[in-house]
DNA sequence: ATATTTTATTAGGACACCCTAACTTTTTTT
DNA sequence: AAAAAAAGTTAGGGTGTCCTAATAAAATAT
């Protein structure tokens, strides 16, 4: 049905939030090219692959959005490598970091049976080893259990998953800041003087305050 | 280091044994073409690269043979496939026939600790659900429990991996039988009276003498 | 509003793997 | 030994995925 190669354009598409609703909204085609690390014109002929398998909608020189069947592929891609990085931490010991290019191949896999009896193997895990859900096989994403930044715990590895304050205020500050949805960081410390959060992230170290920290919701 | 295509045409001339000592002897283009289901032209072209990579060796019109890189890369292929095989038979509870489609994708994964850990996991295993013995890491396949097919028991489902007698005589007779290495069967009687053995082949039912089941080895 | 920069697209090419059709070499048959 | 059959090879294409270089459109800056 998709190749590989199909399969990791969705992927990334998903990820980059080209489903209009919530999150950052769609992509285009350099941001695509970027994320995949594939030139912008390999990746516009690709476009006009997936567009007329109907999995994307594109008007020309526009952003790309995934449609439904799109997205239910991604997030079936999705499915199979959380439960195979699942399966790589748990049952055979790979560590933290050793799992992802692994899983990377893995998910590709093609079975009708195999991710299915798979997750009945792992015992229907929710979440994956980097705290990720795992979508069920009707392409759902468990209710997600969101915290904010200020309640996370120190050393912790977090990603910025939404806010609690949607103003364009607090969005433009946190534009300022450098934070943006999916941003990954470490929690370095909580500061007891005045509830503001060190946090480091792609190596910058940054403190922010309570106030913002409140707003944050991160996995 | 080698793509799932060449790895396929390594495990296809290995099974044709394609190392000169025992067995049936180096395969050639047509053989090979029909055992891979592809075109003597296109495999012509990867022989050819097969060739270049040091993986194979091959004498204009002649036929073809594993060097020992190739031999060995070939045997860590099987070792995959059948780790893999194990696996969905005893852990996800494939049945029997299902786990090929699946191994056959699986073999192709490339990680340095992946397939060991599996292995691990599996309890070292020796034989794969269809019997065949599993290579270890070294590329060296356990000792093989050879028995004749006149030991073997009802209902077994067998293949002949070699003769006791390696007289011209007796292979010149087996070939008349439409006997071959590497034939699969099941024993569906023994007869008493005679000691004669009746088996299933591809369909066939037949049935041959005790020398000659006396003679043949099966697995 | 025009110039500049960024983003998207087109044109043309490469490589891996597959094909069919035609041809050559080797083997087998007569 | 010549004819026929089988096996191996070459020539020329096709698809999928990638590339670079050049161009067109849109967004941004002046």
Redesign the pocket.
């Known amino acids: 049905m998709?190749?590989?190669?199909?399969e990791?354009?969705l992927k990334a598409l998903f990820r980059l939030g080209a489903l209009t609703e919530g999150g950052k909204g769609p992509?285009?085609?350099?941001?695509?090219?970027l994320e995949?690390?594939?030139?912008?014109?390999?990746?516009?002929?690709?476009?006009?692959?997936l567009r007329e398998k109907g999995l994307v909608e594109?008007?020309?020189?526009?952003?790309?959005l995934l449609t439904e069947a799109g997205r239910l592929h991604a997030v079936e891609v999705i499915r199979k490598h959380r439960l195979w990085e699942t399966f790589l931490y748990e049952k055979l010991h790979f560590s933290w970091d050793e799992v992802h290019d692994v899983a990377e191949q893995l998910e590709h896999i093609r079975s009708v049976n195999l991710i299915d009896r798979l997750e009945e193997f792992l015992g229907y895990p929710s979440v994956d080893p980097h705290g990720d859900p795992i979508p069920d096989k009707n392409g759902r994403m468990p209710p997600e259990v969101r915290r904010t930044l200020a309640e996370s715990e120190e050393g912790h590895v977090c990603r910025i998953v939404g806010v609690c304050d949607n103003s364009a205020e607090f969005l433009q500050y946190l534009d300022r800041l450098g934070l943006s949805l999916g941003l990954k960081m470490t929690i370095t410390r909580h500061i007891p003087f005045d509830g503001s959060v060190e946090l480091e992230s792609a190596g910058i170290r940054m403190i922010i305050t309570r106030k913002v920290a409140e707003n944050l919701l991160v996995d």
Chains 1, 2 share one sequence.
């Open positions: 998709f190749t590989a190669t199909e990791n354009y992509a285009g085609t350099n941001e695509l090219a995949l690390d594939i030139r912008p014109a390999t990746v516009n002929g690709m476009l006009k692959k594109q008007r020309r020189y526009g952003k790309i």
